[in-house]
């Protein structure tokens, strides 16, 4: 960021130079009144300098933008190519069978924000305040216009890795220009308007800020994230309108590979293995393994498998006498989700049922409720290559938390009801009690209009419950032979499996 200390450098400069010398290297200035000699001082070469500007302000997004982001970071690190005073999300660099394969992000953390406001007077403060404004406020403010922002931080979102290394990215597609990781962003609101256009109101805010602000005013921003009426310190993290992200703060991918992965890599030698074995006698769960157990936990929780491992791995090489990999050990189940969620559906799901048929209170649990227990897990957390009958189950699960989460996304609901589409047919009840299969037919007519409903999108809800409806109560409806009888019977289900989708 642009700093006032080498604002001031480059001011000093400037006034150094002889007035000839001034003459001959700069046009006439602007007729705002701007001085064009902030474009020939080092600072305004510099002035879109990434490694100046790391926590940027996304004020050129739309609420298209703003949505893909979001769809993005629920489920992996996002990276971005920025140069210059442009920033453009790598929307391929990720592993779309793994979620979260070089990392995500972890729940929210909500603050108890106030409202901050922000002013752009000319090209050296848009510069250090609004790097990414450049492109389309950068003339304007040229012209001697000025620009109001006010901004209100509900929450801060953090990545499960603090650093990505140029080694991680080798060979994956999309990833060749990431330049930066968002490490974190703040979500909340914002609005950016002229300054001749505004006037504040009695509260000091020109957008209606705070609960019962006028959406009037609201309105009256030219650029927005979210709506600054919706927000206040009480309420903020419980309404959407105060959610949307609105700042980035961005790490540099650093060159090279990571320490602790060339520390893994180094041979061992009598003396390390000599002091080791000290260390490992003395140990049985210390504050460091307790850090890194905990860090597992969090990471699972943030849907990082790859991480979690490594931070299970650090755990064990630390305690090896309650090894993760160990059945025996009581960390097996956790281990077993964190390996699902790398991509080893199988060999979590191997380590998960060792572990129930090692653990006491499970003892009693025959192999038929082991199964379906093993088979819960892999619903909830296996991605990757798995089997059909695995990715079938997935799938419904997936549908089932749409139902539920109004988050979860349109695009996610279609992409689940693909595979069930794919597989339904090809996956075979294993015997007259499997009823995860057998009532598949009956139960997916309302997961699939309850997952599209509860996302927004009622009119999918309607026609894929109806097109779902293949057993005998879908050819009794059809078979209704009134035709505004068998609409009101359809749409009256549609109530029940999508509230959301009720009729006014």
Known sequence: MLTKSRLVV???LVLGASSCSLAAHTKADRPSGQSNAMSNTFAGKNACNPEDHLRPFIIEWDATDMSSFEQH??????FVHYEGCSLRILDEC????IRGEQGAYKPVEWTSGSLETLDVNNEAELYAKLPLGQATLGGRVQGGEK???EYYVAGTRTASRDAVYTKDLDGKYGCEKATHFVYGYNLGAFGLASSKNLTASAGGSAFGFGAGGSESRSSSAEKKGGKLTTCDSDSAKEVEGCKAPIRLTLRPIRPGESPKDTAMKAPDTPESLAAAAVINAKLEMNEEAFAHFDASQRKMGAGDGKGC??????????N???QSSDPKSGYGFMRGQCLMLAGKCDA????????????AHMKSLGPEAVDRMVESYASMHCQGKMSDRDALLKAVMDLQLGSQNSSFGVKKCQEALGVVAKLRAKVKPKDGEDHQILSLEGNLPAIVAGCFGRNGDCKAARAKMIENFTG????????IADAATREKTWDSLLEAYAPKCKKV
């Open 10 to 12: 480059a001011g000093l």
């Open 309 to 318: 491992i490594k931070e299970l791995d650090a755990y064990d090489r630390l």
């Open 472 to 479: 005998k109560q879908g050819d009794n409806i059809r078979g």
């Open 94 to 97: 990720r592993n779309e069978s």
């Open 147 to 149: 620009f109001h922002m």
């Open 320 to 322: 090896p006498k309650k």
């Open 348 to 359: 979590g799901k191997q380590l998960i049922r060792k572990s129930a048929e090692q653990a």
């Open 73 to 78: 970071a629920a489920n992996d690190i996002v």
